[in-house]
């Protein structure tokens, strides 16, 4: 996991709850022990799990943390086209050369891949959805919209006393479908840093 501000979500929930902060930092000990057929297998298991065992059928990649190294990026996509009735969302604030080209060279029907912008980010987060057309949809998270993105719309979640229902993903669907989205943060300033490529 790659983020250390209050800002961010995984951060605060992984602060209150040890024991995701655990499980998270084992899984990502898993993942880069291995790579190749023996990382796709691992992946393609939890993505089994969940279809057969939980009869999910939209999958949330990496709710916390991000793609560590292109190798990953190639695995984590050849995994998902394995299994091609579930979609599967994804967010990026990863905007290294050889992890975007990975994600657009591999990158199946079924995952919508998303860049995560921000005020620090939002000229390289532009520069990589125009340099793969159609690979990367657009969102932004910030204290308020940025001029020139009409389009944006906003995550239900953004009104959280107005929209109690709506604010689960199943029911919104709205990142499925790969529409451009904003997510209001509050409180500080936004200052992840990027995902590390190796
Ligand atoms: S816009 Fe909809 S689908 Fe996307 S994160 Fe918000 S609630 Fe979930």
């Not at 022990?33 to 059928?57: A, H, T, W």
Request: hydrophobic residues 35%; proline residues 6%.
């Amino acid at each position: 996991m790659d983020c250390g501000t209050p800002v961010c979500y995984a951060w605060r929930l992984t602060r209150f709850r040890p024991a995701a902060a655990k499980v998270l930092e084992h899984n990502m000990k898993l993942l880069k022990s291995c790579s190749g057929q023996d990382r796709v297998d691992i992946l393609v298991r939890e993505f089994l799990r969940f279809k057969y065992g939980d009869g999910g059928k939209f999958y949330r990649l990496h709710w916390s943390g991000d793609f560590f190294s292109a190798a990953y990026a190639r695995d984590l996509m050849e995994a998902c086209a394995k299994v091609p009735d579930v979609t599967f969302w994804n967010f990026t604030r990863n905007f290294s050369e050889p992890v975007v080209a990975a994600i657009a060279e591999h990158k199946p029907g079924n995952v919508v891949q998303y860049v995560s912008a921000d005020e620090v980010n939002l000229e390289q987060a532009v520069k990589t959805t125009e340099k793969f057309p159609g690979t990367f949809k657009f969102s932004y998270m910030g204290a308020c919209k940025p001029e020139g993105f009409p389009g944006l719309k906003d995550c239900p979640a953004n009104f959280p006393h107005k929209n109690a229902i709506e604010f689960m993903c199943s029911k919104c669907r709205m990142c499925l479908k790969g529409r451009p989205v904003f997510f209001r943060t509050r409180g500080a300033g936004v200052k992840q840093k990027t995902g590390e490529d190796k």
